[in-house]
């Protein structure tokens, strides 16, 4: 399971992605496709307007957002991107898990 873990002081802070979806094989899995389809799509429309904005790290089995600023269109964005993934988390609720931690 694909575990988004949303951490929340006024705004949102840190996104942590870990997991595989187990949908289906490692290389065929659309949850896990879709996933990364939605977050690197944001990431790098966020890089494209400042790459101060954010801060990330992909690892093997996590890939970890901190937002360093805000502004509207970063904001949209990541809330555009956590849309995106709870509409997914609804259509595969035994495949990705959404939670959000307010600090």
């Known amino acids: 399971m694909i575990k988004v873990n949303i951490?929340?002081?006024?705004?949102?802070?840190?996104?942590?992605?870990?997991?595989?979806?187990?949908?289906s094989e490692?290389?065929?899995?659309?949850?896990?496709?879709?996933?990364?389809?939605i977050v690197t799509t944001t990431v790098n429309a966020i890089l494209m307007f400042d790459k101060d904005y954010i801060t990330?790290?992909?690892?093997?089995?996590?890939?970890?957002?901190?937002?360093?600023?805000?502004?509207?269109?970063v904001d949209k964005l990541i809330t555009n991107m956590l849309n995106l993934l709870k509409?997914?988390?609804?259509?595969y609720p035994k495949n990705i898990k959404i939670k959000e931690e307010i600090l």
């Not at 951490?7 to 949908?23: F, M, P, R």
């Not at 490692?26 to 389809?37: E, F």
């Open 56 to 73: 990330y790290q992909a690892l093997k089995d996590k890939f970890i957002i901190i937002i360093n600023s805000y502004n509207d269109i």
């Open 7 to 23: 951490l929340v002081n006024d705004t949102i802070q840190k996104i942590e992605l870990v997991g595989h979806a187990n949908y």
């Open 26 to 37: 490692y290389g065929k899995d659309i949850v896990c496709s879709a996933t990364s389809s």
């Open 87 to 91: 509409e997914l988390e609804k259509d």
